[in-house]
């Protein structure tokens, strides 16, 4: 966790919450890489920037969030994650985040949004 200052990452695990919570597609968008890799719905592969948040502003319009709850946090390798739950009006979903450990800034460079089978 060298190159993520623990500042500037716990400032965006807090921005990332309140962006889902609202189901905020331009405020993700702006902690995302120039090219990341999502994993939404029928969405999956590398999308720049702009293309990733034009699919999540489609899928919060589907997905309507009501809570958000942050269940760990962690390192492998030297990337960061993130995983936590995002419950909306008809289902919940299981959020995995994974950002750059290269970058000497905090920039996401996946995101999976996945049915919760509980």
Avoid at 30 to 44: G, P, Q, R, Y
Avoid at 98 to 113: C, E, N, P, R, V
Wanted: aromatic share 10%; glycine share 6%.
């Amino acid at each position: 966790m060298q190159s993520l200052p623990a500042q500037d990452l716990e400032r965006s695990v807090n921005d990332i919450g309140q962006a889902l919570l609202k189901g905020d597609s331009k405020a993700l968008a702006v902690m995302f890489m120039e090219t990341i890799e999502l994993d939404i719905s029928s969405h999956k592969g590398k999308f720049s920037r702009n293309q990733a948040q034009m699919i999540l502003r489609d899928w919060f319009l589907v997905n309507e969030p009501l809570s958000y709850e942050l269940r760990q946090e962690g390192k492998t390798g030297n990337s960061v994650f993130l995983i936590g739950f995002l419950n909306c009006k008809t289902e919940t979903f299981r959020v995995y985040i994974m950002f750059d450990g290269q970058s000497k800034q905090t920039a996401i460079h996946y995101l999976s949004l996945t049915k919760n089978e509980r």
